[in-house]
């Protein structure tokens, strides 16, 4: 799957914080540009991205120090303008369909929440859903 360079850097702290009505306003003024909104395989690839950056943790969306499960990484990604809620739930779509080869039948972030989950399984199911929803088209 060929990325378009540095597509998968995570939002930056300020794409972070700003409301969405506010980069909307600074693009009409051509001070900011939003992102474009990816497919499901490049979201799973960001999320990924994401959690490598900002580090992975259980049972939070965003905690404290600003760790995320694969939940709040997505949820930042979305807010950022980085996935449209339809891109997103199509991601969703691919990871659980990724769990389910492993034979795993409950939601993604519950999945993310077991006390024997390591980051290295993780990182392995979002790429298997990465490439799933690439081998679709998406």
């Given at each position: 799957?060929?990325?378009?360079?540095?597509?998968?850097?995570?939002?930056?702290?300020?794409?972070?914080?700003?409301?969405?009505?506010?980069?909307?306003?600074?693009?009409?003024?051509?001070?900011?540009?939003?992102?474009?909104?990816?497919?499901?395989?490049?979201?799973?690839?960001?999320?990924?991205a994401?959690?490598?950056?900002?580090g992975?943790?259980?049972?939070?969306?965003?905690?404290?120090?600003?760790?995320?499960?694969?939940?709040?990484?997505?949820?930042?990604?979305?807010?950022?303008?980085?996935?449209?809620?339809q891109?997103?739930?199509?991601?969703?779509?691919?990871?659980?369909?990724?769990?389910?080869?492993?034979?795993?039948?409950?939601?993604?972030?519950?999945?993310?929440?077991?006390?024997?989950?390591?980051?290295?399984?993780?990182?392995?199911?979002?790429?298997?859903?990465?490439?799933?929803?690439?081998?679709?088209?998406?």
């Amino acid at each position: 799957m060929q990325v378009p360079p540095n597509l998968l850097d995570p939002p930056s702290w300020g794409q972070r914080i700003l409301p969405a009505a506010v980069r909307d306003s600074l693009e009409a003024l051509g001070l900011y540009q939003n992102p474009i909104p990816q497919p499901p395989s490049i979201h799973l690839a960001q999320t990924l991205a994401a959690l490598e950056k900002y580090g992975w943790c259980k049972a939070l969306d965003i905690s404290p120090t600003g760790r995320m499960c694969i939940r709040g990484a997505q949820a930042m990604l979305q807010r950022a303008g980085h996935v449209t809620p339809q891109g997103r739930a199509r991601a969703v779509h691919y990871l659980q369909l990724s769990l389910r080869e492993i034979g795993v039948d409950q939601p993604f972030f519950h999945w993310n929440d077991f006390p024997e989950r390591t980051f290295p399984q993780v990182r392995q199911r979002i790429n298997r859903a990465a490439h799933l929803a690439h081998t679709n088209g998406e």
